[in-house]
């Protein structure tokens, strides 16, 4: 007993009270955005704020479980976690129904399950399990492949519920390999088909062709050796045939997907489309201005302007009634709770919590640069939550359980120094 409460005493409050900071914050901005006056009351369970409430009691008994627990029934069993993730998102490819023409969530009347959701969390148990492994290097082909496909099993599946969103977070995880030992040129590789693949959608193939060849040209006049003249004619000749397959694949790509998502795409690229959320957007938060309008004085939300203003739009509430202040303070706080996981990770003793502390750090700044990105028009949106503030009972559990049971194993380092 003394011990348990010794153990207690060493639990990361900075980490855990700004985990739960945004918890609260984000109950708030959910009613604010989804305010109904003839349902004041924030408790109300019909209205989205009050089961939010509910979601947030269920959170409280997963920290209380959790934290009395040993980690390793996550990291053990972390495998087995991934199969049933797995399975169930197979599952779900069966009996879901059709929402905006993705079918990833499970209906159980009162609410709806996303098993992709648990897939990040599964997969980030999965991936450390394997990688804290004293044999595993990535001087071995066999790590790349293991690895891979950890990530892209569960990526593919999400992907065939039409849920673009949900499967490019796993994409997320190649941080994680390359902070442990990934070949560096794999990530900036995937940079840069990523570069052509965002350039092809505003310009045409051989004006891409010729901005890298400018760019290869300066580069060998800085290099000027026999050499670098032959490095110059292989990258040369690379670039060129990846932009014009890339860009032919591009256009391939996003001719067969669905409407709503070629829309996306086409208003990001000043190609016309329905921009109306992105539009409604960024008039809410540039209608708060320096300091806001008010809490629960949005007008944009109040009168139904604002698209999805409680879930994937949830940051222009936060923009249209606490304004440039709020937004700043807001954005503080986040990059500070990410930051916080970042330095326990390179404290801990045991490699798979370090692991699993930046596959924590890759899959939230992934939603939250995406998410914010939308929000201010940069990104299409590709509809995925704002951790602790976008509305979804699956998403708060999921992160919270992802980050408590980070939280857990830096509480056990103590037990190792």
């Not at 989205?48 to 409280?60: E, H, L, Q, S, V």
């Not at 040993?70 to 053990?76: L, R």
């Not at 890339?246 to 996306?264: A, C, G, L, N, P």
Request: aromatic fraction near 18%.
């Amino acid at each position: 007993m003394k011990q348990t409460q010794q153990l207690r005493s060493k639990i990361d409050f900075k980490l855990f009270g700004s985990m739960w900071a945004l918890i609260v914050i984000g109950w708030l901005t959910i009613y604010s955005a989804g305010y109904d006056s003839s349902h004041p009351w924030i408790f109300d369970v019909s209205k989205n704020y009050g089961k939010t409430f509910i979601w947030i009691i269920i959170c409280i008994l997963l920290n209380i479980i959790i934290l009395n627990i040993n980690s390793k029934v996550f990291s053990v069993f972390s495998y087995i976690y991934y199969i049933i993730s797995i399975l169930s998102l197979v599952l779900v490819y069966f009996i879901a129904d059709d929402v905006k023409g993705a079918r990833a969530w499970i209906d159980f009347g009162y609410f709806k399950f996303q098993p992709s959701e648990f897939a990040k969390l599964s997969t980030a148990l999965a991936l450390s399990n394997y990688m804290s492994d004293l044999d595993v290097t990535f001087n071995q082909l066999k790590t790349y492949i293991v690895a891979f496909a950890l990530i892209f099993i569960p990526m593919g599946l999400v992907l065939a519920q039409h849920d673009m969103g949900s499967a490019l977070v796993f994409l997320s995880f190649f941080f994680l390999l390359h902070r442990f030992g990934m070949a560096s040129w794999i990530l900036y590789s995937g940079i840069y088909l990523m570069f052509i693949t965002i350039l092809s959608l505003f310009f045409k193939p051989y004006m891409i062709a010729a901005f890298l060849m400018i760019i290869l040209a300066v580069w060998l006049y800085r290099n000027r050796t026999s050499k670098e003249f032959k490095n110059f004619l292989t990258l040369s000749i690379i670039s060129i045939v990846l932009t014009f397959a890339f860009s032919t694949s591009v256009e391939f790509i996003i001719s067969k997907m669905d409407k709503h998502q070629r829309d996306r795409i086409n208003v990001m690229a000043g190609k016309g489309g329905n921009d109306w959320n992105v539009r409604q957007s960024l008039i809410a938060i540039g209608s708060g201005q320096f300091i806001g309008k008010g809490y629960l004085n949005g007008t944009q939300s109040k009168g139904n302007f604002l698209p999805a203003k409680e879930t994937d739009f949830i940051f222009c509430t936060i923009g249209e009634e606490f304004g440039f202040v709020g937004t700043i303070l807001f954005l503080i706080l986040f990059v500070y709770f990410m930051m916080r996981i970042i330095n326990q990770a390179e404290k801990q003793k045991s490699n798979y919590a370090k692991i699993y502390g930046y596959a924590i750090v890759s899959i939230m700044a992934f939603h939250f640069f995406i998410n914010i990105g939308m929000s201010l028009g940069l990104l299409p949106v590709i509809g995925i939550p704002l951790p602790f503030m976008s509305y979804g009972g699956t998403s708060l559990v999921a992160f919270t359980i992802l980050v408590t049971v980070f939280i857990r194993m830096d509480i056990e380092k103590w037990i190792l120094s």
